[in-house]
């Protein structure tokens, strides 16, 4: 099939490569020039694991390109808008700008018996007033509503093996030509017997916001009980092994620590908390607030906590911080917990050093007040506290004997609960973590 795919951020570009992996001949769209240049040599420009082979073996095939020209989509029959839906400046709400923009240019390339297919996380009722706009534009072409789950780090596995396809389409005639075309795009998932469920607009937008808001809560519930730990001496990461041995519970995503970031989870809960306010259902959410309350607060709970085995004050003492992604295996840094507490342990008076593995460049482009080195080691050099704020499989692997030669003094903080504690309390570190008793 024919398919183009506007918006090429971690969505758009995981998502033309990999329909292009499937066999179909696609072009990615973009406003972006450099991001355009980057992909059309076959390279990421943003850390994935995977993505860079992906990338080079399907542009090799002839059946993906890149643009920065929306008339180029003209030749497609099926339309992916992959944009950013970002939470908007001083506002809970999404910023649908981006959204509004790629489907209104889409209207000059659209013809009759095309489909637009959102793929946006999107405030319910999004889809049947683009659905509207299309028709009214272009009598016969449709739009279907067909949320993405993936998560950074394993974008290219969760685009090309997803564990469900949610289809969101119209009523009647329109949504079996709908499904159709979206059975044709996905044939190679859908014949492998991945589970489907097809849906009105209104509950696959909702399925996606749903979803995040799910994970969030749950995060926040092992938070939450981080802090009780806190005061009752109970340990969380055995707590949250004991409780996660139920089924119906699950022992993923109950990892305690420094919480949720990134670029969906936090304002996702947001937005959804601002769309059930403009539709009057605004009760049913307030717990969301709690939920992105209890995250917040573990920021502020890792600086305290780093004052305090900093012998009461932060003023000239050093401090590595290990990881500064929002998650480890990507180079994202939007609103990451742990580039949230280097910024506050620096404007307290630490002198900090950051170090990550992959977001080193995003770091020193956006917030050029933090001191960035290359290395864990250069960053625990003679430090008075070393921090590790995103749990890295590197920094989970350090040698703590070797590493205590370079600090000043043995206080590590995890602030993942993603060290081996005996290990590092073995080699004489004074060992803190969030829910944890010290060790
Ligand atoms: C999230 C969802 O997991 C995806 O399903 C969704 O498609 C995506 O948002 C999206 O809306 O596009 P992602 O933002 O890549 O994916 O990251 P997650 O793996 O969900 O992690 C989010 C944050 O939660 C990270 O900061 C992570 O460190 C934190 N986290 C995760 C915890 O603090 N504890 C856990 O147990 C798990």
Known sequence: MKISVIGCGYLGAVHAASMAELGHDVVGIDVDEAKVEWLSRAKAPFFEPGFDDLLARTLATGRLRFSTDFADAAGSSVHFVCVGTPQKRGEYAADMRYVQGAVESLLDVLKVGDLVVGKSTVPVGTAAALAALVESKVPGALLAWNPEFLREGFAVQDTLHPDRLVYGLPAGADGDTARALLDEVYATIVDRGTPKVESDYATAEMVKTAANSFLATKISFINAMAELCEATGADVKLL??????????????????????????????????????????????????????????????????????????????????????FKPDSDDIRDSPALNVAAQLQLQGAVVQVTDPAAGDNIRRNWPQLDVVDTPEQAAHRADAVLVLTEWKQYRELDPAAFGKLVKQKRVLDGRNALDREAWTAAGWAYRALGRRAG
Request: net charge positive; aromatic share 6%.
């Open 240 to 325: 949250a092994d004991a409780i996660g041995y139920d089924d119906r519970i699950g022992r993923k995503f109950l990892n305690a620590g420094l919480g949720f970031g990134g670029g969906c989870l936090p304002k996702d809960i947001r937005a959804f908390m601002a769309r059930a306010g403009e539709l009057g259902a605004d009760q049913a959410l307030t717990f969301l607030r709690e939920v992105d309350n209890i995250n917040m607060r573990r920021r502020i709970r890792m600086v305290e906590l780093a004052r305090e085995v900093c012998d009461g004050s932060l003023l000239g003492k050093r401090v590595a911080v290990l990881g500064a992604a």
